[in-house]
């Protein structure tokens, strides 16, 4: 492409310098011309314009679509395919757990049934003997329970004399009887007392803490025995009056330790009106005496 070329106008400043242009001549020309005219190029000079090429735009989009066809197809062959191999894997995972599955299984199998077998095999080697033994067990339980003997050890001073003797199993058990009677008799006994201590420990806490307790006893009480229901009524109408007695002494208590401080009051007020009389009077004596006195010195001194 050929480039335009000017000749250069030899224009010369007003200064004298060559090659120069005062800024004062540009100012000035740039206002006296008002629409110069565009300088023109030579006809010989003029550039060359390419031609025009035209793309045809249409086959480049399809271009771009095939393209992006063909790469969305060939991620979907590289999903399926890993999908595939991912398929495979698990398919092969699966297989090897059945098989271990089952190989465990197996031998399981095989040592419960070689022990099933040997046991079987040593129960019916000794049965013979396990009826003997059962057979010999019993033969003592067909006699009579109470006709048993027992053997029975007595302690001695020395260990080497030791002696033992056989005695029933009814006269144990007689005895047996006879002791567990007595134990009763006293275990009986002491729970007699320890109830009535309970019952006196109730009546006492009614007594002190009044009707309000008996609700409360009631309740901790639960079931009790026949005929001790009426004895607790008893107990708790003694406490109930006892309560009410020393609630009426306690009133009447009250009653005159609030007139004793009423009188006391009284006393104290008519003390302190007495005590300020006599005060008064002392000093109403001693002023009067005192008065007397300066007139008494007053007339000697002016006698």
Known sequence: ?????????????????????SAKSLFLRSRKSVAPAPARTPIDRQPIVPPQVTKPRKSCHSDRRDLNRIQKNQENER??????????????????????????AGSGLNAIENNLTRDLEELAVNVEAHFQKLGEIGEPLQKP????????????????????????????????RKLNE?????????????????????SLAVELFGKDSISVVQL??????????ERLDDMLKVAEHAYDESHRDHADFRQDLR?????????????????????????????????????????????
Request: aromatic residues 6%; hydrophobic residues 30%; glycine residues 4%.
């Open 259 to 303: 007139s004793f401080e009423e009188s006391m009051g009284q006393i104290s007020n008519k003390a302190k009106k007495t005590a300020k009389e006599i005060h008064d009077s002392h000093v109403q004596k001693k002023e009067d005496e005192m008065r007397q006195l300066t007139n008494l010195i007053r007339k000697i001194t002016e006698d």
């Open 182 to 202: 007595e134990k009763g008799n006293i275990l009986r006994r002491l729970w007699e007392e320890w109830e009535d201590a309970q019952f006196e420990i109730m």
């Open 79 to 104: 999903q399926q395919d890993s999908r595939a191999e991912l398929a495979d894997k698990f398919s092969e995972s699966l297989e090897q757990y059945r098989e271990t599955l089952h190989s465990q």
């Open 145 to 176: 329970f109470v006709a048993e003997a027992l053997t029975k050890a007595e302690p001695d001073t020395d260990a080497s004399a030791a002696r033992t003797h056989e005695v029933l199993l009814q006269d144990s058990v007689s005895e047996f």
């Open 1 to 21: 492409m050929s480039t335009n070329t000017w000749p250069r106008p030899n224009v010369r400043p007003a200064t004298g310098r060559p090659g120069s242009v």
């Open 220 to 229: 901790q009480i639960g079931n009790i025995g026949p005929g001790q229901q």
